[in-house]
């Protein structure tokens, strides 16, 4: 008999596979991160496959096989409509869940992040379609962003200088991307000299993004929808943020 494991997931990623299945890539609560193979779903009148749109939240069944586990059934129990009809909302919500399959390996289970990436799909969704501005947009996938990397051992040091240890206080200041968090203008040449920092590890920093840095890091997902921003910090801690990511990715 097959071996069989019950679990909530969220749908990820779904890819063709062989002629008639799908390959779906899930983000379980029980088991972590898993590629599943799908059965018949690329057929017309498949059932499940109406149950593994990704960016949703299924229960699942699944069940163990010689290759690729598969998914033996699937119930949704949230599609997230409403981010569904938003074209801003989907690209941001498909734009998250790139780097968070990116991020994380398979078979290593993390309710944290199962958490993280539902409740923040939640917030999204329940966000007004008419107040979604691409700077929202970009609010929210910070927000969930910086969170992930905290997840993951990569919280920044937002409140004192990693060379001197000091107090950051407003002026010229600088993010190092590798360390994760400030370093102040007196340190730079120092941190650079002896420890043989690269300047492309480095970042400025303005004060502006730096305060809503320590906001997102302080608060909880939901104050993203209450944010009012000026353009040019959003798109500051948006740059930043892509570059911290793509350094410890």
């Not at 779906?24 to 009148?45: N, P």
């Not at 780097?99 to 969704?125: A, N, T």
Request: proline fraction near 2%.
């Amino acid at each position: 008999m097959d071996e069989t494991r019950h679990s909530q997931a969220l749908i990820l990623n779904r890819s063709a596979y062989r002629e008639s299945d799908s390959l779906v890539i899930v983000y379980t609560k029980e088991f972590g991160k898993m590629s599943l193979v799908a059965r018949g779903t690329k057929k017309i009148h498949s059932k499940l496959a109406g149950h593994l749109e990704p960016i949703s939240l299924a229960d699942i069944l699944i069940i163990k096989g010689k290759g690729f586990d598969y998914v033996g059934s699937a119930l949704t129990r949230d599609a997230y409509l409403n981010l569904k009809d938003n074209l801003n909302k989907i690209y941001y919500a498909g734009k998250a869940i790139n780097w968070f399959i990116r991020f994380i390996k398979e078979d290593q289970p993390d309710e944290r992040l199962f958490y993280l990436l539902g409740r923040w799909l939640e917030v999204l969704d329940n966000y007004s379609d008419n107040d979604f501005t691409k700077e929202n947009g970009e609010i929210f996938f910070i927000f969930f962003a910086l969170k992930l990397l905290r997840e993951l051992g990569y919280k920044p040091e937002m409140y004192e200088c990693l060379n001197c240890r000091e107090k950051v206080i407003p002026g010229k200041n600088f993010f190092n991307l590798m360390n994760g968090g400030i370093v102040c203008a007196k340190c730079l040449e120092k941190e650079r000299l002896e420890k043989g920092i690269e300047l492309t590890q480095l970042k400025l920093i303005s004060d502006n993004c730096l305060k809503l840095m320590r906001f997102i890091m302080d608060n909880k997902l939901d104050m993203a929808k209450r944010l009012r921003l000026d353009k040019r910090v959003i798109r500051e801690l948006s740059s930043l943020t892509i570059n911290f990511l793509n350094f410890h990715s």
